[in-house]
């Protein structure tokens, strides 16, 4: 992402913080000849599945980690369901108006059956030691929007297995959905945000048919199922660690009992985000954003920290050991 890089003595140092111990994308883990001896394999398992040769095109073409891993057959499947998008993000990696700016990866072009997204989604989770399978993916728009294919597809799964986490990468702006997919089945969601302030977060999603009083209805709705509630919380220096953005994070996560933040880059031009937030960045105003993730779990010692979706096994292990 974007970060000041110096060279001194021979040897590049950068700003970073590793939020996450976890190697699941790592490239030195992903060797190319056994993820193409991976999809010979589920070529010949899964003939005539079109979530499959999506996956395929993703892993071989345009390196995406998530559906190397399950090529691998390890770690998080991703399950890419929806073709739309009910939001206008800032950047987008998968859908650009015009040609201003290539898309990182275009977006699957149809909406799997139910049969094909639960062919997928079991055969991964009894294969893999701690499975997790996530709809929401980087080559799709908002999985919320094929609902009604993946409740039928998250009924199949079940009925197939009761093992694995059942994830979904989302934008959560249709609560009325999430509940129906709840019980079905699905154990956790990621919400996307950038801020939890409606101004910039408006800003940044663009949001068509939906408001930011969805988001939070729909962080409620997942808690109240009991379901596991992640943050993907899209970090941009000078502006995520600003005083009163943290103070509103710190509200947010109290009054909604957020489980975990996954601090991770946005990979925006900052320059850019700072003129379409419409804010000027002032040192005095920021608190720095290693201390702004130090100070988040030291008020919330609950609050699982990382970058990946958690399995279940990890989830139990972390609160097991913070009661201790």
Not at 64 to 80: D, G, I, S, V, W
Not at 124 to 144: M, N, R, T, Y
Not at 264 to 278: A, E, H, Q, S
Request: proline residues 5%; glycine residues 6%.
């Amino acid at each position: 992402c974007y970060a000041p890089v110096v060279l001194y003595k021979n040897e590049f140092y950068t700003t970073a913080i590793r939020v996450d111990r976890e190697k699941r994308q790592e490239l030195k883990g992903m060797d190319c000849s056994k993820i193409e001896r991976g999809v010979k394999k589920f070529k010949k398992v899964f003939p005539s599945n079109r979530l499959v040769r999506h996956l395929e095109n993703c892993a071989l073409r345009y390196g995406c980690p998530a559906a190397k891993n399950f090529f691998l057959q390890r770690y998080e499947a991703p399950l890419p369901t929806s073709p739309a998008c009910n939001a206008d993000c800032l950047g987008c990696i998968s859908y650009q108006r015009g040609k201003k700016c290539s898309m990182t990866q275009p977006r699957i072009k149809f909406i799997p059956s139910a049969r094909e997204i639960a062919e997928v989604a079991v055969h991964h989770i009894k294969s893999v030691k701690d499975p997790v399978v996530s709809f929401g993916q980087g080559c799709e728009g908002e999985p919320l929007l094929s609902g009604v294919e993946i409740e039928k597809a998250i009924k199949l799964i079940r009925r197939g297995t009761l093992k694995g986490m059942i994830n979904m990468n989302t934008n959560a702006s249709k609560p009325e959905v999430l509940k129906k997919l709840f019980r079905s089945g699905l154990d956790s969601i990621r919400v996307s945000i950038n801020s939890v302030r409606k101004k910039y977060y408006d800003l940044y999603y663009s949001p068509r048919g939906y408001n930011f009083g969805d988001v939070v209805t729909s962080v409620k709705t997942a808690k109240n199922a009991g379901a596991f509630v992640s943050l993907n919380y899209l970090l941009v220096p000078g502006f995520t660690d600003l005083k009163n953005e943290a103070d509103a994070l710190f509200d947010f996560i109290h009054k909604n009992r957020v489980d975990m933040i996954q601090w991770r880059n946005l990979n925006y031009d900052p320059m850019d985000y700072f003129r379409k937030m419409k804010i000027t960045p002032a040192r005095g105003e920021m608190i720095g954003v290693d201390v702004l993730i130090n100070s988040v779990h030291k008020e919330f010692p609950r609050l699982l920290k990382g970058y990946f979706n958690p399995s279940r096994r990890r989830v139990r292990r972390y609160y097991e050991n913070t009661t201790r």
